[in-house]
């Protein structure tokens, strides 16, 4: 009975950790669950999601992103211009002390640009963010399916 017991707890363990929301820090710095999209086969570009928080008192920026998925990853912001969805890319990002940046649909993201193969579902891949102050920083980023609006969240 007992064994019974510490055997399921394992289990139970076991199946709550993909689950967990994945969190990286460097520094004051803590980046919370990147999150991609699924792209149909001859799909060239990607998005990934993030929200970065920044518990210090000192602004830092984020200076660049790469990933070995694609050629080039740049920060962009989607707007509404004269009624029209436009993104540009705005170069670095400034994070603010004591303050957090989401990166969501319809707002700030980084743009996977020249994927070099399809981004599939329920796997990941490793992105690396550069910041001034903090460093670099290398995330996993989980592949949700295609037209995700959110990450799967544990229950
Ligand atoms: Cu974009």
Redesign the pocket.
């Known amino acids: 009975m007992r064994f019974l017991s510490l055997a399921l707890v394992a289990m139970l363990s076991l199946a709550a950790h993909p689950a967990a929301a994945s969190e990286f820090k460097i520094g004051s710095l803590t980046v919370e669950t990147p999150w991609s999209r699924a792209t149909p086969g001859k799909a060239r570009s990607g ?1 990934v999601y993030l929200t970065i928080s920044n518990q210090g008192n000192a602004p830092d920026k984020l200076m660049s992103i790469s990933t070995s998925v694609a050629k080039r990853a ?1 920060i ?1 912001r ?1 707007q509404m211009k004269d009624g029209m969805m436009t ?1 540009d890319s705005i170069g670095a990002l400034t994070l603010r002390p004591s303050s957090s940046v989401l990166l969501r649909p319809g707002g700030l ?1 980084v ?1 996977l640009m020249g994927l070099l193969a399809p981004l599939k579902r329920g796997g990941s891949f490793d992105m690396t963010l550069k910041f001034e102050k903090a460093g670099s920083l290398t995330v996993k980023v989980a592949i949700e399916k295609i037209g995700a609006s959110a990450p799967t969240r544990p229950h």
């Open positions: 998005v740049e962009h989607s993104m993201h743009m």
